[in-house]
């Protein structure tokens, strides 16, 4: 194709960056200096030839909107709610084309440029709002052919949505999955925070904030369960007090010569990597021991705090890149965790702990290799901070 024939093509040069100025020297060349992303360095560039793209704009945005109206992921207005459980700060969206009946707004989420936030690293058609597809020139800037292979891809989808979820069960990236969120509601202080940090939208509430479920919109990540500051959202095979109790059967000796650290690590990334890095023989600590979960997101720091409290030495947790490009099969999982363990360092200071006892790591499951450094490297920092003064109690 065109991109791979330029590749190839020893005249051609490629680059990833922004375009700063475009200028003609003395002599009548194009001089294009360009602040190059992939090198962090601005680079002038002498070229024979110069063409300028055209943009697409996102229809999604209505003509009297900007895209500089978004706050983060919606056109709307912030607003701050004080709950029993400190305060929740929202974006109270406005309707624009949808008009979704969901409780986090009427509108799919935007990324920042107004095209809707379908960009899942795997099936790029797959929305946060469970059933609708983005596909084409709505869902990011494409041509004609590009359009089509996107629609047939989105369609696919689409079937394979509505034959799962009337059997009950979860579509990507739990396909299958027959468990839901459940809900204790005899202790909820409806403080919204399950049904803000919902990254799917999936949770509805009533006028007093108490949350109502929506099975078929669920993608069952546990994001809400690490987010109930009660404790009290739980699944059939997946709860706060299972994680706890697998913390707690971990030994963590005596002897200070072999200290104890615990990986908290995502299915989806996380997990393969440690994988493959162990089928390629790769050597790393032994003194970690590994817990599963099916995203960061679901972390609850009531762990954290309770496997410290019982010595443990340090805690990492290992889930996908967040932020702008972010990786996490769950979009918003990695990046709730690392907001929440930005609170987590009352708890270190409670029990006298130094703060990079606990640390998240972000991995892509192609930086495998990685892994015996981040983990030996956690456990060389941990070392130097002595032994958990808790080890033994
Ligand atoms: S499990 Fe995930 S998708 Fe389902 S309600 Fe909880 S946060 Fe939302
Ligand atoms: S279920 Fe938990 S997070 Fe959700 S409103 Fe009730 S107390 Fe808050």
Wanted: proline letters at 5%; aromatic letters at 8%; a negative charge.
């Amino acid at each position: 194709n065109f991109y791979k024939a330029a590749q190839d093509n020893p005249g051609v040069m490629l680059t990833k960056g922004d375009v700063l100025n475009i200028e003609e020297d003395s002599s009548g060349n194009i001089i294009v200096e360009v602040d190059n992303t992939m090198l962090g360095e601005k680079v002038r560039i002498e070229a024979d030839m110069l063409v300028l793209a055209t943009g697409m704009e996102t229809n999604m945005m209505p003509a009297d909107r900007n895209v500089n109206d978004l706050t983060p992921e919606y056109v709307g207005k912030w607003k701050e709610t004080e709950t029993q459980d400190g305060i929740i700060k929202e974006v109270i969206a406005d309707p624009v084309v949808l008009n979704l009946d969901y409780r986090q707004g009427p509108e799919l989420p935007y990324q920042s440029y107004g095209f809707p936030d379908s960009h899942f690293i795997c099936f790029p058609y797959e929305t946060r709002r469970t059933g609708i597809y983005a596909a084409g020139a709505v869902r990011a800037p494409m041509t004609g052919l590009q359009a089509i292979a996107d629609a047939s891809g989105a369609a696919l989808k689409a079937i394979q949505c509505l034959e799962l979820t009337s059997q009950g069960k979860a579509v990507h990236p739990r396909v299958g999955d027959q468990t839901f969120p459940e809900i204790n509601f005899n202790t909820c202080t409806q403080c919204r925070r399950c049904t803000v940090e919902c990254p799917f939208g999936a949770l509805d509430e009533d006028e007093k904030g108490t949350p109502k479920t929506n099975t078929y919109r669920c993608r069952r990540c546990g994001t809400c369960m690490g987010a109930c500051p009660q404790k009290i959202i739980s699944f059939n095979d997946y709860t706060i007090d299972m994680v706890a109790s697998m913390m707690k059967a971990i030994n963590v000796p005596d002897d200070t010569e072999k200290p104890r650290f615990i990986a908290l690590i995502c299915e989806n990334d996380a997990y393969p990597s440690i994988d493959i890095a162990a089928l390629n023989r790769m050597k790393f600590s032994p003194f970690f021991r590994f817990i599963t979960l099916r995203c960061l997101g679901g972390t609850n720091l009531v762990w954290v705090a309770e496997a410290l409290s019982t010595g443990v030495d340090g805690i990492i947790l290992i889930g996908c890149k967040y932020g702008d490009d972010y990786q996490c099969h769950f979009i918003k999982g990695s990046q709730m965790c690392n907001e929440r363990l930005g609170k987590v360092q009352e708890t270190l200071g409670r029990l006298m702990l130094e703060a990079e006892r606990v640390k998240q790591v972000e991995l892509a499951m192609n930086e495998w290799d990685q892994i015996p450094q981040i983990l030996d490297d956690f456990a060389e920092e941990v070392k130097g901070f002595g032994p958990n003064p808790f080890k033994g109690f």
